[in-house]
Structures are given as structure tokens and as C-alpha cells.
């Protein structure tokens, strides 16, 4: 019955399909909850008046990850449901490797067949990739995204502790909160975690410091011993100044009728204020949270409370590192973290983002101004 019912449905859909002008295929591999691989497809055409529709296509199971695999089982596909190649000319995916291998890629294998079909990876999933490329390439900074999610999950996985945070958070007069989960491919869902946690830091470490006191968990120690250094809250407020300009271009990159002039306009836009936020060093402009930072390190009803200067000493005699003449906390937390992560997050937006939009807006243009504007 369901698969009747289903064909009366689908029918008109695929008839729209066979009559268009123009179409793209959207391609994701994942696996569902029996951990079973599949293969979900999409489709996007344009009807004879030049309208846009967005149709799901079909799922269909795969026995492996391989390129070969996945063409073999886009092609299937595309013969069951009599959609017409010949208008097949766009391919879009999330820029995977098994994507977008340049000698045996999904997309180099259906361009093989069909050679004026345009692929197209996922401009938010480039974005995501290249902030969490800048965050590895800073050894900090991937310890730091490490205990953001170990912070989630140290309240997220017990009723009890979620209700200490709460309290904690409603004696200091503090929005009540969660620790927010991190993902890379979550269009950037650190931003909402480093939003959360910057406000309310001192309701975090107080619930950890009495998880510490009274139930002398380790866990809890040694969280509160990362979380209450100088380098940690510095980390986290220039987060703070960052992700929201990366937030911002990711929306950009989701709308639906995104086009590649937009990309190519709000890249260099993004990469500017983060150009800017480097340059001004310890200078940051009113209103931001980096200019914040120091006046609230030693707010007497915030984070002046925990002292935060000495834990960071404690932590430099164990590990016997000794300021240079002149250093200052600060200064090396801007020469050995906030530097290099600002530096390889302007790279990482330039090679994953800026360049392939800039290409592919030249390509655009060139078809465009040809005899017939078609991509053969």
C-alpha cells in the first residue's frame, strides 16, 4: 500500500522532472541507525517559465563508500526514474574526499559521462571544514574545542550536575544555561557553544569547583583546572569576536537561492573583520569581547572571583615554563594562540572558500557571455 501510494505521488514530480530545463543532483552519504550506509539523493529543476523546485529523489542503500559505488548507484537512479542526463548540469555535495577526488571522485566519474555537468561542494560545509582546520592546526585551540565538548558532555550525561550548574547560575544572578554539544558539521555550532559559556563562565566553574568540593570528582578537577586559566578565558572571548562573522557567512551560504556573487562578495567581508581583530592585538574596539576581557577577569561579581592570573602560574611552575623579559600572559597568549589560529583561519577561508568562489563565478561569467548560454 505504502509503495502505491508513493508512486501516485511521485509520478506527477518525475513527469515535471522530464519536461525541465535544467537539472541538478544533490548528493550525501550516511548511515542510519542500523548503521546501514545510504545514499540520499536530490534534486533541483527549473520548469519552462525558469522556476526553481527542490524535490527529494531517492534513498537507496550502498554496500560501501567507494566512488564507484555511489556512481553505479546514482545512475541507477536516474535509468528507474527516466531522468533525462541530457539536462543533468549540475552535481552538488558536501566536498568529502570520495566526492571530490580529482582522478576517481564521484564527481570526476559522472563527468567522465557527462562532461558539461558543474560540481558544486557545499560552500557552508567548505566554511565549517576550514574553521576546523584553523582549530587543529593551533595545538591549544584543538585542547580547547576538546574541552568544550568534554564540558557538554560532563553535565549534559547527569541530572544531578545539570541541576548544580542550574543553581550556581541563579545565585550569581545569571541566565540559567546549558553547556551546548560542539560539531564540526553542524554549520558552525561552536559559535552557539562559545556564546553560551562566555556569558556564563562563572556559573560553569562554580558548579565544577562544587563538584570538586563535594564529591571530589576528578573529572570535575581536572576541568576546572583547564577552564580557570588565563589562556582558556582568552581563548574563549576571542571566540567570541570571531565566530559570529563566520556564523553570519554560514547563513549567507544556506539560503536557498544563494548564488556565487554573494560567496565572492561576504567571503573577503568576514575575512576582513578577522584581519582586523589580529591587528588590533590588545587594542580590540569598544563593545567587543576581547576588550572586555581584562575588566571582566577582575569583576568581583564574575570571573574576579576565581583568581584566574594565579591558576595560570600554577600551571606554568608544574610544567616549569617561565615568562620571558618583558611577556606578559597576554603577550604569549597572542604570540603562541591568538596569532596562528587567526593566521590559518584566513588561509583556510582563502583555499577552501575564496578561491573555489572565485573560480567558479569566472566560470559563470564565461558561459554567459558565449553564443548560447549552455553549460555544453
Not at 564540558?151 to 541541576?163: D, G, I, M, V
Amino acid at each position: 500500500m505504502l509503495e502505491i501510494l508513493a508512486s501516485v505521488v511521485e509520478e506527477p514530480i518525475l513527469q515535471e522532472i522530464q519536461t525541465s530545463m535544467a537539472i541538478g543532483l544533490e548528493l550525501d552519504e550516511s548511515t542510519d541507525v542500523s548503521v546501514t550506509r545510504q545514499l540520499d539523493l536530490h534534486i533541483r529543476y527549473a520548469d519552462k517559465e525558469g522556476q526553481l523546485f527542490s524535490q527529494f529523489l531517492d534513498i537507496v542503500r550502498v554496500p560501501d563508500g567507494k566512488a564507484v559505488t555511489i556512481v553505479r548507484a546514482v545512475k541507477d537512479v536516474l535509468h528507474k526514474k527516466y531522468i533525462p542526463t541530457a539536462q543533468l548540469y549540475g552535481l552538488g555535495t558536501d566536498g568529502a574526499a570520495v566526492m571530490t577526488g580529482r582522478q576517481n571522485g564521484v564527481a570526476k566519474l559522472l563527468q567522465d559521462d557527462y562532461p558539461w555537468v558543474v560540481h558544486v561542494a557545499c560552500a557552508a560545509h567548505r566554511l565549517a571544514l576550514a574553521c576546523r582546520d584553523a582549530t587543529m592546526g593551533v595545538q591549544y585551540m584543538a585542547t580547547f574545542r576538546d574541552h568544550l565538548q568534554q564540558l557538554h558532555l560532563y553535565f549534559h550525561n547527569s541530572a544531578n550536575r545539570t541541576e548544580v550548574l542550574s543553581a550556581a547560575s541563579g545565585l550569581l544572578g545569571l541566565k540559567d544555561l546549558k553547556v551546548t554539544e560542539v560539531k564540526d558539521t553542524r554549520w558552525l555550532s561552536q559559535h552557539l557553544a562559545i556564546q553560551s559559556l562566555q556569558r556564563n563562565l562563572p556559573s560553569v566553574l562554580s558548579a565544577l569547583a562544587e563538584e570538586v568540593k563535594v564529591n571530589k570528582c576528578p573529572t570535575a578537577k581536572g576541568l576546572y583546572a583547564f577552564c580557570s586559566t588565563f589562556r582558556f578565558v582568552a581563548a574563549l572571548h576571542l571566540q567570541a569576536d570571531v565566530l559570529p562573522h563566520l556564523a553570519r557567512l554560514s547563513k549567507v551560504f544556506q539560503k536557498e537561492m544563494v548564488n556565487f556573487l554573494a560567496i565572492k562578495e561576504q567571503v573577503p567581508v568576514a575575512m576582513a573583520a578577522i584581519r582586523a581583530i589580529k591587528e588590533a592585538g590588545n587594542q580590540q574596539p569598544p563593545g567587543s569581547c576581547l576588550a572586555e576581557f581584562h575588566s571582566n577577569l577582575h569583576d568581583p561579581a564574575g570571573l574576579g572571583g576565581f583568581d584566574i592570573a594565579s591558576h595560570e602560574e600554577e600551571r606554568d611552575r608544574r610544567g616549569r615554563v617561565s615568562l620571558e623579559g618583558g611577556d606578559d600572559f597576554w603577550s604569549r597568549f597572542q604570540r603562541q594562540v591568538m596569532d596562528p589560529y587567526l593566521d590559518g583561519l584566513l588561509n583556510n577561508l582563502d583555499r577552501r572558500i575564496w578561491i573555489s568562489s572565485t573560480f567558479l563565478q569566472s566560470w559563470h561569467l564565461s558561459m554567459r557571455s558565449g553564443p548560447s548560454y549552455t553549460p555544453h
